[in-house]
């Protein structure tokens, strides 16, 4: 089972939530997929015991014996290469590349397109131990300077597992990255703020969720007991109280659960997840 983490901006609290939540499920593994700033690593402190770099293809071109053809410009998807015939140029836009393989495949002329490996991240993967308890950790981190985070999302997914509890950490917001995260999903859980801020947001990732038809529910952390209309009609999973305690532990890289009160409301999310 794969039960992701989501929301609508960053800030809400999804690494809170992701991580303590599996740290109460047996032999369950943590994904951080927020690959351009994870943080999960800060509450859980993982043993890492595997770090691997991540590769993707990109074109090299030999405008030696290159034709100038432009069929690879031509069909590339994401217009990442400009054939400037009269000027005898290739140019290459990185940040628009894909890895596709479609120009390489392409081009008629042998030796003048190929390929080459371009590191784009890491990903690390590792252990953390609770209370006599053991998880699985998986994290990736982008490189700075790179453009795209969802070709390490993917490699990510490459190394989970149906067979265990996957508890995945999703990248804020509602773009390409939390959906790449959220695709593999059986259940989606959006954290949320009770504020007009978090309200607005929720609402857009609510909105992706039934585009992707995914089952949904939702949290609401920092709760004072307002009373918020937006939520009413709602799944509402589980209520996070607005406590200087759980800010506290937050503040000193520690999970909710080490609290008795936050530990009460994991273990009732939980039970109405089925786990």
């Known amino acids: 089972m794969i039960i992701t983490v ?6 809400t609290g999804k690494t809170t939530v992701a991580s303590s939540l599996s740290l109460l499920i047996p032999h369950s593994v943590y994904v951080d997929t927020d690959v351009e700033e994870p943080n999960g690593h800060l509450l859980l402190h993982p043993e890492i015991q595997e770090m691997r ?11 030696d014996i290159c034709t100038f053809c432009g069929l690879c410009a031509k069909h590339c998807a994401f217009h990442a290469l400009t054939v400037l015939k009269e000027q005898k140029r290739v140019l290459y836009f990185p940040q628009l590349c894909h890895s596709c393989g479609t120009c390489s495949y392409i081009c008629p002329v042998e030796g003048a397109l190929g390929e080459i490996p371009k590191k784009k991240g890491v990903i690390r993967k590792g252990k953390v131990s609770f209370n006599g308890n053991e998880i699985g950790f998986i994290d990736g981190i982008m490189d700075i300077g790179e453009y795209s985070p969802v070709p390490i999302i993917r490699e990510i997914k490459k190394l989970i597992k149906k067979d265990k509890v996957a508890v995945v950490d999703a990248p804020p917001g509602t773009g390409c990255p939390m959906v790449e995260s959220t695709e593999m999903a059986d259940f989606v859980v959006l954290v949320t703020e009770p504020n007009p801020f978090g309200v607005n947001d929720l609402k ?8 992707l038809k995914k089952d949904f529910g939702i949290i609401i ?9 937006e939520f009413s009609s709602l799944p509402v999973l589980l209520k996070i109280p607005f406590r200087r305690q759980f800010a506290y532990l937050y503040s000193q890289g520690k999970v909710l659960i080490e609290d008795e009160e936050g530990e009460g409301l994991f273990l009732s999310l939980k039970k109405r997840l089925g786990i």
């Open 6 to 11: 989501a929301s609508g901006k960053g800030g």
């Open 53 to 63: 770099e991540c590769l993707f293809p990109v074109p090299s071109i030999n405008e």
């Open 204 to 211: 857009l990732a609510m909105e992706v969720m039934r585009d």
């Open 221 to 229: 952390n920092k709760d004072r007991g307002e009373t918020v209309q």
